[in-house]
């Protein structure tokens, strides 16, 4: 089993910068993917950015050049920096990880971030 604790959400104006923190504790051995996705209300969850134990990434074109996602020294702890953030941003943002080797798949609780313009 694999925990997932988000922090770092909150209101920002837009143009301006938020960093969300995520936690995994539990069992994350060997090759996995860890990422930040987001829903708005009345539409699907989608991919914002994701990256990989071997610290490949994945961007959405929507934030492809204004955020940055990485993992921390011991790997347990994926990072979303966001700048530029516009309007359009507004979301709850989860994360996300895909243990790969066990085969599980685990969501953290999500974190409101809402850009006013």
């Known amino acids: 089993q694999v925990q997932l604790v988000e922090s770092g959400g909150g209101l920002v104006q837009a143009g301006g910068s938020l960093r969300l923190s995520c936690a995994a504790s539990?069992?994350?051995?060997?090759?996995?993917?860890m990422g930040w996705y987001r829903r708005v209300p009345g539409k699907q969850r989608e991919l914002v950015a994701a990256i990989n134990s071997d610290d490949a990434t994945n961007y959405s074109d929507s934030v492809t050049g204004r955020f940055a996602i990485s993992r921390g020294y011991a790997k347990n702890t994926v990072y979303l920096q966001m700048n530029s953030l516009k309007p359009e941003d507004t979301a709850v943002y989860y994360c996300?990880?895909?243990?790969?080797?066990?085969?599980?798949?685990?969501w953290g609780q999500g974190t409101q971030v809402t850009v006013s313009s």
């Open positions: 996300n990880i895909a243990t790969i080797s066990l085969g599980g798949n685990y």
């Open positions: 539990g069992s994350i051995f060997g090759f996995n993917v």
